[in-house]
């Protein structure tokens, strides 16, 4: 009995060490697991935070080439060491880029345009912000691609909406940061293998729900034939494939992989920015000096300021600094061809900053350049303001060379057009403002204003603000277009017509062309800024 008790205990002992054993055993691999599952978790998050880390040094990178802040070429960026991108959870990602070949290559894209591509390699570590232990690194290789604005004839970085009443054809690259919006009244023409955005493309406008009853008809790639939007747009869902097959590979949009190039910030036209900071012809208000702020002598009128007209746009009188680039390259009043009696003091650099900041609130400051056939410099001319400019008479029509105007907003005023015409008064009663046949050969950057329900922007036909009757006129542009910010001073809605009383302006007959020696981006007007893209190539993970 007593040995039968024994066995029972020690029988009830083993059992009790078996599942000890047995329930540690367990305990240890279930806390084992669940530390694995933690390490998996901290691994997935750190992964995130280096993937975020790795798109922000790509988009910062791109930023910083096309807003001037590095060379493009640079070997590593940053220069200094790595860059961090810091996330709400605490957690940290540091990248360096470096250059995966030496030397830059000129590619020449399928329409025609030459571009400039490099290849970096990212690398991008990130370390979790609770487990200094788990820690990711990433790899990307990308291309760097970069294009000059005006190596497009369309570039705009907002919406671009383009709906002209009468016929309208337009060649060149066409490109839209965000939607585009085609219409018609007639038929517009994009007579171009590349029509590209990174958002939409639609076939309709954007201020409202009627559909203009004109044709949109778009070139086919490498054909000469063209075939109509007819309703196919970025709305349909057989747009991804349906749009390669019409036009072959000229029209794409975000579902094709077109992604934002990067462009410069309104802030580089600001007084202290990037294209004030580099002139070495500044005129402020009325003031012309050299880069260090020395006194320039010029023929007297060369700069003034005693003009005005009023704005009936702008609902405002221009305080206006007129600039006689004629004058500013030394030819006072009389002076016979190739004598000018003054010095030439068009910029060495080719970049004029010019800016005025004594408008009162009734007025709105303005830059105007006149007496600008030919511009007397050979490798040519861009004068930057941060205020509206205005371009009056026939512009480098004479021995053209690369020219561009950067502004607030842009104004063209025919060779017909008087001061004397536009005041408050004349323009209320309907005074005509008769426009004559005017050309203008250069490139042009100036903001646009943003459409809303029922007030549209006036389109891309309206880029160049216009204040007089050019009915049976002909309004000539040989250059590029583009948009990279909206107004910050000139805010006016666009208007046309009679309106009531008041005179506005009428649509010239629109002969405008993309300016073809700017496509191989070597004959290009002084500080042209670029358009960047980063094209992403090979990944990997640590």
């Known amino acids: 009995m007593g040995n039968r008790r024994g066995q029972s205990v020690v029988l009830a002992y083993l059992a009790v060490v078996i599942f000890s054993v047995l329930g540690s055993s367990l305990l240890n691999h279930s806390l084992s697991t669940q530390r694995q599952s933690e390490i998996q978790r901290l691994h997935t998050e750190a992964t995130y935070y280096a993937e975020g880390g ?3 040094a790509i988009s910062q990178f791109a930023q910083d080439i096309a807003n001037f802040v590095i060379d493009p070429n640079i070997p590593t960026y940053p220069a200094d060491g790595t860059m961090t991108t810091t996330f709400s959870s605490g957690a940290a990602a540091s990248s360096l880029i470096t250059q995966a070949e030496l030397v830059p290559r ?15 390699h990212v690398t991008t570590t990130a370390t979790h912000h609770s487990n200094s232990t788990v820690q990711v690194r990433l790899h990307q290789i990308v291309e760097r691609r970069m294009v000059y604005t005006f190596q497009h004839a369309v570039f705009y970085d907002n919406d671009l909406e383009w709906i002209p009443g009468p016929n309208m054809t337009l060649s060149g690259r066409v490109h839209s940061n965000n939607d585009i919006y085609l219409a018609a009244e007639s038929t517009l023409t994009v007579d171009s293998e590349y029509l590209q955005s990174a958002g939409a493309i639609y076939n309709k406008r954007k201020d409202s729900s009627a559909m203009p009853p004109g044709n949109v008809s778009i070139k086919k790639l490498g054909l000469a034939q063209y075939a109509n939007m007819a309703g196919l747009d970025s709305s349909s869902p057989t747009w991804p494939t349906d749009s390669q ?17 990067a462009v410069p910030v309104v802030g580089s036209t600001a007084p202290g920015g990037f294209y004030d900071t580099n002139a070495t012809v500044k ?6 000096t050299d880069k260090n702020g020395n006194p320039l002598t010029v023929p007297a ?5 005693s003009t005005t007209f009023y704005n009936n746009r702008e609902g405002k009188y221009v305080k206006m600094t007129d600039i006689d680039l004629k004058k500013l390259a030394g ?3 009389g002076d016979p061809p190739g004598s000018p009696s003054f010095p ?3 910029p060495s650099n080719g970049l004029i900053y010019a800016t005025r900041t004594d408008a009162s609130g009734s007025q709105e400051p303005g830059i105007r350049l006149r007496n600008a056939a030919e511009i007397y410099r050979s490798g040519g001319l861009t004068v930057v303001s941060n205020t509206p400019m205005y371009v009056q008479g026939n512009y480098n029509t004479v021995n053209k060379k690369p020219v561009a105007v950067i502004a607030d907003a842009l104004n063209l005023l025919s060779n017909a057009w008087n001061d004397a015409n536009s ?7 309907g005074s005509p403002r008769t426009a004559s046949s005017t050309t203008y050969n250069a490139a042009f950057i100036a903001g646009v204003d943003t459409t809303t329900p029922g007030k549209y922007n006036g389109g891309l036909e309206n880029y160049p603000r216009l204040h007089e009757r050019w009915t049976n006129q002909t309004l000539s542009i040989m250059g590029s277009f583009v948009s990279l910010w909206t107004p910050q001073v000139a805010n006016g809605q666009w208007k046309y017509g009679q309106q009531g009383s008041n005179s506005q302006y009428t649509a010239p007959v629109r002969s405008w062309n993309y300016d073809t020696s700017f496509s191989t981006g070597v004959n290009m007007p002084p500080f042209t800024p670029y358009a960047v893209e980063m094209q992403k190539g090979a990944w990997w993970k640590e």
């Open 54 to 56: 790795l798109e922000d």
């Open 106 to 120: 000129a590619v020449v894209d399928p329409d025609g345009t030459t571009v400039f591509v490099k290849n970096y």
């Open 245 to 261: 097959t019409r036009w072959l590979g000229t029209v794409k949009s975000d579902v094709h992989g077109v992604t934002k190039r």
């Open 283 to 288: 005129i402020v208000n009325g003031t012309i």
């Open 301 to 305: 009128g060369t700069v003034t300021t």
């Open 331 to 333: 030819y006072a009043a």
């Open 344 to 346: 030439n003091h068009l």
């Open 423 to 429: 005041t408050v008064n004349n323009v209320n009663s």
